[in-house]
């Protein structure tokens, strides 16, 4: 397992923590979230790539703003191996946000996006299940994150009715309880930085006994 290193506060130290890492990580993604927002080519009939896509680049931003020098280290569409002897990627992760610049490949913070909805168009119905079916259950079958104690899920909130979207994504929960391994329900994750509404699922990960934590925060679009 990755275990992260509890102590410290948001910043800069000499030594940075993994905590901090992924607490600035969600304040680089609020902050770069609204200039996503007034990009005219971005709006809620926008694919999920080219939100990731628009995300990635006005995070970069966001990190040389801050002048931050070292982690994170953001890679797009960073390929994910279940082992080390793969000869190729088992999938392709939205977001792998580095740790350290020495071991990218493995030593991360995953996350993935999903665009969702709680509209009962039928183009718009299915989006909740792919959140669970195509985007928790890469990470509790080890394609996405393999030993890591830590990752998250980035809602695009394309209806902009988050609360919504989160009580059809708790009923989702409860139906696919036993194919995900949920051990931990859906509670409210106060323990990263100022980021309000962050939530957090608990799982145990294809071939680990210990529990992987699943950040959830949502962003509307």
Same mark, same amino acid.
């Given at each position: 397992?990755?275990?992260?290193?509890?102590?410290?506060?948001?910043?800069?130290?000499?030594?940075?923590?993994? =905590?901090?890492?992924?607490?600035t990580?969600?304040?680089?993604?609020q902050?770069?979230?609204?200039?996503v927002?007034?990009?005219?080519?971005?709006?809620?009939?926008?694919?999920?790539?080219?939100?990731?896509?628009?995300?990635?680049?006005?995070?970069?931003?966001?990190?040389? /703003?801050?002048?931050?020098?070292?982690?994170? $280290?953001?890679?797009?569409e960073?390929?994910?191996? /279940?082992?080390?002897?793969? $000869?190729?990627?088992d999938?392709?992760?939205?977001?792998?946000?580095?740790?350290?610049a020495?071991?990218?490949?493995?030593?991360?913070?995953?996350?993935?996006?999903? =665009?969702?909805s709680?509209? !009962?168009e039928? !183009?718009c119905?299915?989006?909740?299940?792919?959140?669970?079916?195509?985007?928790?259950?890469?990470f509790?079958?080890?394609?996405?994150?393999?030993?890591?104690?830590?990752?998250?899920?980035?809602?695009?909130?394309?209806?902009?009715?988050?609360?919504?979207?989160?009580?059809?994504?708790?009923? =989702?929960?409860?139906?696919?309880?036993?194919?995900?391994?949920?051990?931990?329900?859906?509670?409210?994750?106060?323990?990263?930085?100022?980021?309000?509404?962050?939530?957090?699922? =608990?799982?145990?990960?294809?071939?680990?006994n210990?529990?992987?934590?699943?950040?959830?925060?949502?962003?509307?679009?």
């Amino acid at each position: 397992m990755l275990l992260l290193d509890d102590s410290g506060t948001v910043g800069q130290p000499s030594f940075i923590n993994r =905590r901090d890492i992924i607490a600035t990580v969600f304040d680089i993604i609020q902050a770069a979230w609204i200039q996503v927002c007034q990009k005219q080519e971005i709006n809620p009939g926008s694919d999920e790539d080219s939100i990731a896509g628009a995300l990635h680049n006005e995070m970069r931003i966001e990190k040389k /703003r801050r002048n931050i020098q070292g982690p994170p $280290l953001i890679i797009n569409e960073g390929a994910t191996r /279940r082992s080390q002897d793969s $000869l190729k990627p088992d999938g392709f992760i939205d977001f792998k946000m580095g740790y350290n610049a020495w071991d990218v490949e493995d030593d991360y913070f995953g996350i993935e996006c999903k =665009r969702v909805s709680s509209s !009962k168009e039928p !183009k718009c119905k299915k989006l909740i299940d792919r959140y669970i079916t195509h985007g928790i259950m890469r990470f509790v079958n080890a394609k996405y994150s393999p030993g890591h104690d830590y990752a998250a899920m980035l809602g695009f909130v394309i209806d902009g009715k988050v609360n919504d979207c989160i009580d059809l994504i708790c009923d =989702r929960l409860n139906k696919y309880k036993n194919d995900i391994c949920l051990k931990e329900d859906w509670v409210n994750e106060p323990s990263f930085g100022k980021i309000q509404n962050i939530y957090r699922t =608990r799982h145990i990960q294809d071939g680990q006994n210990d529990l992987m934590t699943i950040l959830h925060l949502f962003l509307t679009v």
